[in-house]
């Protein structure tokens, strides 16, 4: 077995994950575990480790390892390993340690997928993987306005919200509703569309900038792609978008302005004049729970920070201790485990510590992505859709949901091999 052998391994897995992603976050970790299969044998039969030996500590892919060109972890590895401790460190000091072990589990997956896409990306740094991610994101967005094209309007809207709460398994979450969500809540399907909508946008910028033709592909992608993220009825998804969007007109203005004014004015033009949208409460409730309700949860969430504000009380425990901070039960739960603002989420159960600990890690994502900028699709991209990210979360703890974290740890992973590359 040579080492082309295991570049097509690692390229098939990163082929898979691209597909599954947008649809199944079981499919996307299955993926993510061939991927590391392939990275382990061939370090195994090499005797090598890939992202250690050959590797210089700056990120440089002139070294060369097991793999190939190899990226070193780089920038954002010390912000993630930070990230991590601290919330083990909070979570000890915290309410209780035994119900933290699922959040800071999947807190380590991060730091894990991180080393596996930094391999990945090293050894495959291939654009047509890139073509199978648009299928996984067409496929999901096709799936979710079939669901609203379905959706039975004599219904009570209520009707609409009583099942995405918690499917219990994948084809469960198949139901027609009045909100497009593809295999996952309307909420993440929102967010993961309002990251195909930038891509689709950066690309076609880019390509302009180099003197390339769109494309009419890359056009219908968006047009999908941006009717989904409108009827998912998500206003942190839309908020988000608005934002990334607007970054993108101010960076390139001449370039940018026609699409993304369009873009903007489509989402506008579905939320508030739809008369299907219109057929619920004005259009403007479409998304559970309500203004009020959200900014009750913030409250929460600031009060229980106050009580704890150095450590927060501890991963996961936010919904312990709902109880003592808001009246119950909300939206039919005693322990109701989401403060619908990551800041605030994070700050209530891992205070001061580990809000420093959350700024670091996307500061340095933020920073890492304005300095690539220019040097790749990938790093336009990003910029727009960390500038979304944050957004976002000012509703949502999206940094919390695998859905949305997983596909912007590997685009930022993709960014930083692509800018290295043309080093």
Not at 108 to 115: G, I, K, N, W
Request: hydrophobic share 55%; charged share 15%.
């Amino acid at each position: 077995m040579n080492r082309k052998f295991f570049r097509n391994w690692i390229y098939g897995g990163l082929c898979l994950w691209a597909v599954l992603q947008p649809l199944s976050i079981a499919g996307a970790n299955l993926a993510i575990g061939v991927i590391a299969a392939g990275i382990l044998v061939q370090a195994f039969i090499e005797r090598s480790w890939p992202l250690r030996r050959g590797a210089d500590r700056k990120g440089s892919a002139s070294s060369r390892s097991a793999l190939g060109a190899i990226c070193a972890p780089g920038a954002l590895e010390k912000p993630l390993w930070i990230y991590v401790l601290v919330g083990i460190l909070v979570s000890a000091l915290g309410t209780g340690f035994g119900k933290s072990l699922g959040q800071i589990g999947k807190d380590s997956q991060m730091l894990a997928d991180f080393y596996i896409f930094s391999a990945a990306f090293a050894a495959v740094a291939e654009d047509a993987v890139l073509g199978y991610w648009a299928a996984g994101f067409a496929a999901a967005a096709l799936l979710g306005l079939g669901q609203f094209a379905l959706w039975r309007w004599d219904k009570p809207a209520a009707d609409a919200f009583n099942n995405f709460i918690a499917p219990s398994h994948f084809w469960s979450a198949l139901y027609v509703s009045l909100r497009a969500h593809g295999t996952i809540s309307p909420v993440s399907f929102g967010e993961i569309m309002a990251m195909a909508v930038l891509g689709a946008l950066a690309l076609r910028i880019t390509r302009r900038k180099t003197g390339q033709k769109a494309g009419a592909l890359s056009a219908g992608f968006l047009l999908l792609a941006l009717a989904a993220l409108a009827l998912s009825g998500t206003r942190g998804a839309w908020l988000g978008f608005f934002a990334g969007a607007a970054t993108l007109f101010f960076l390139e203005p001449r370039l940018a302005a026609t699409e993304t004014i369009a873009a903007a004015a489509a989402i506008i033009i579905v939320v508030f004049l739809s008369p299907r949208f219109s057929h619920v409460d004005g259009g403007l409730n479409l998304k559970e729970p309500s203004f009020a309700d959200h900014l009750s949860l913030w409250k929460t969430g600031w009060h229980m920070f106050l009580d704890h504000p150095l450590f927060g009380v501890g991963l996961s425990h936010f919904s312990t201790l709902f109880p003592q901070y808001h009246s119950v039960p909300f939206e039919g739960e005693i322990h109701f485990g989401n403060a619908h603002n990551l800041y605030l989420h994070q700050m209530a159960e891992r205070g001061l510590a580990g809000l420093a600990a959350l700024l670091l890690l996307l500061g340095t994502m933020a920073r890492r992505a304005w300095l690539l900028r220019r040097k790749s699709f990938y790093g336009l991209w990003f910029l727009i859709w960390i500038i979304a990210f944050l957004f976002m979360n000012i509703t949502e703890a999206a940094l919390q949901v695998g859905m949305v974290w997983m596909p912007t740890l590997a685009l930022y992973c993709w960014m930083e091999r692509s800018a290295q590359s043309q080093a």
